[in-house]
C-alpha cells in the first residue's frame, strides 16, 4: 500500500508536469513490479483457459508430411518399404494464436473518480500476464469523445510500448461514447482478422474494457456486442469503481402514458460480461473466472 501510494503522488505529479520519456519508463517499470504477484497469478489462470490454437508440434505418422520420423527409417527398410507411413504434420496445437484488445477509458471522469491508479495498475498486470503467456496479438486503444489507437496488433508490446503507451493518455475527454468505442473496434478487429496468417474460423478476439461503466444508449450497444459476438469476438467490461457507487445506480425511465419509474442502472447494463473491481487483488480471479464461464458456454 505505501508502495501504491508513493506511486500515485508520482503519477500525478508526471501528468501535471508532462516530463520526459525516461520518467514514463520507470512509472512504468512500478506499475509491472508493483502487480508483478498478480499479472503471474493471472498468467496461470490464463494457461488454463486459453487453450493452444495453432498446430506448431509435428505428430505421425503420414504417407507425407513436412519432416521424416526418423524412429520409422529401420523398419521402412526391413519392410521392404511397405510400412510408409513414415512422416511427421503439424497437427497437435502447441501454440496460442489469440488477438486480445486494451481498450482504456480516456475520459475526465475516469480523473474525477480517482480512477487512474487503478486502470494503469489493471493495464500494467493484464498486458504483463498475456504477454508472458504468449498468447498472440495485443492492441491497445484509448477512448472518450474520439476512439485513437494507442498500439497496433503487428508490434510486440515490450517496456517501451507500455511507457509510449500511458503517455497516451491523458483523461481530460469531455464524454465517454461506448456507442462509438463498439463500432470503431470492431472495424479494428475486423482488419486484424483478415491481416492475421491464421485461419479465420480458429481466430478468437477479445475486447478487455476498462471504464467506470457510465453509458447511455444501452440497446444499442447491446445490438454491437452481440454483433461482436457472432463473429467470434468476446467482450468483457471491467468497470473501474474505486468508490463502489455503481451498484447502487437508478436510472430514470420514462412510461408512455404512466409517468416516470426507478430502474437500477446496472439491469440495464448492455454487456454481458462485465465485473465490478474495486481492489486490483480481485482482478486475477474475477477476470479469469468470467473468461472460464465463456468459453464453457461457447
Known amino acids: 500500500?505505501?508502495?501504491?501510494?508513493?506511486?500515485?503522488?508520482?503519477?500525478?505529479?508526471?501528468?501535471?508536469?508532462?516530463?520526459s520519456m525516461d520518467k514514463a519508463h520507470q512509472l512504468w517499470k512500478d506499475y509491472e513490479m508493483l502487480t508483478f504477484d498478480l499479472s503471474m497469478e493471472l498468467c496461470e489462470q490464463l494457461r488454463l483457459i486459453l487453450e493452444p490454437t495453432l498446430a506448431?508440434?509435428?505428430?505421425?505418422?503420414?504417407?507425407?508430411?513436412?519432416?521424416?520420423?526418423?524412429k520409422k527409417?529401420?523398419?521402412?527398410?526391413?519392410?521392404?518399404?511397405?510400412?510408409?507411413?513414415?512422416?511427421?504434420?503439424?497437427?497437435?496445437?502447441?501454440k496460442r494464436q489469440y488477438q486480445i484488445m486494451l481498450s482504456v477509458d480516456d475520459s475526465k471522469s475516469m480523473s474525477?473518480?480517482?480512477?487512474?491508479?487503478?486502470?494503469?495498475?489493471?493495464?500494467?498486470?493484464?498486458?504483463?500476464?498475456?504477454?508472458?503467456?504468449?498468447?498472440?496479438?495485443?492492441?491497445v486503444v484509448r477512448f472518450g469523445e474520439t476512439v485513437n489507437l494507442v498500439h497496433p496488433f503487428e508490434s510486440?508490446?515490450?517496456?517501451?510500448?507500455?511507457?509510449?503507451?500511458?503517455?497516451?493518455?491523458?483523461?481530460?475527454?469531455?464524454?465517454?461514447?461506448?456507442?462509438?468505442l463498439m463500432t470503431s473496434t470492431l472495424g479494428i478487429l475486423e482488419e486484424a482478422r483478415e491481416r492475421s496468417s491464421s485461419h479465420?474460423?480458429?481466430?478468437?478476439?477479445?475486447?478487455?474494457?476498462?471504464?467506470?461503466?457510465?453509458?447511455?444508449?444501452?440497446e444499442q450497444i447491446k445490438s454491437l456486442v452481440h454483433s461482436a459476438m457472432?463473429?467470434?469476438?468476446?467482450?468483457?467490461?471491467?468497470?473501474?469503481?474505486?468508490?463502489?457507487?455503481?451498484?447502487?445506480?437508478?436510472?430514470?425511465?420514462?412510461q408512455p402514458g404512466k409517468g416516470f419509474k426507478l430502474e437500477r442502472y446496472i439491469s440495464t447494463f448492455p454487456f454481458d460480461n462485465y465485473v465490478i473491481l474495486s481492489d486490483i487483488n480481485q482482478l486475477p480471479e474475477i477476470l479469469s473466472e468470467t473468461?472460464?464461464?465463456y468459453f464453457m458456454m461457447v
Request: aromatic fraction near 8%; hydrophobic fraction near 40%; glycine fraction near 4%.
Open 1 to 19: 500500500e505505501e508502495l501504491r501510494e508513493e506511486l500515485e503522488k508520482k503519477m500525478i505529479e508526471w501528468r501535471a508536469n508532462k516530463e
Open 56 to 70: 506448431t508440434k509435428l505428430k505421425g505418422d503420414y504417407r507425407n508430411g513436412k519432416r521424416l520420423n526418423m
Open 73 to 94: 527409417i529401420i523398419p521402412y527398410i526391413a519392410s521392404q518399404f511397405k510400412k510408409d507411413k513414415i512422416w511427421l504434420r503439424r497437427t497437435k496445437p502447441s
Open 112 to 139: 474525477e473518480s480517482h480512477s487512474v491508479q487503478l486502470t494503469f495498475e489493471a493495464l500494467a498486470m493484464i498486458s504483463k500476464a498475456l504477454t508472458q503467456l504468449e498468447a498472440g496479438e495485443l492492441a
Open 156 to 180: 510486440p508490446f515490450n517496456d517501451e510500448s507500455g511507457a509510449q503507451a500511458i503517455c497516451q493518455f491523458t483523461f481530460e475527454q469531455q464524454s465517454t461514447d461506448i456507442q462509438q
Open 200 to 218: 479465420n474460423e480458429s481466430l478468437w478476439q477479445l475486447q478487455i474494457i476498462l471504464s467506470d461503466g457510465i453509458c447511455e444508449n444501452h
Open 230 to 254: 457472432e463473429k467470434q469476438i468476446m467482450v468483457v467490461f471491467v468497470v473501474i469503481d474505486t468508490k463502489q457507487q455503481i451498484l447502487g445506480m437508478n436510472n430514470v425511465i420514462k
Open 291 to 293: 473468461l472460464r464461464q
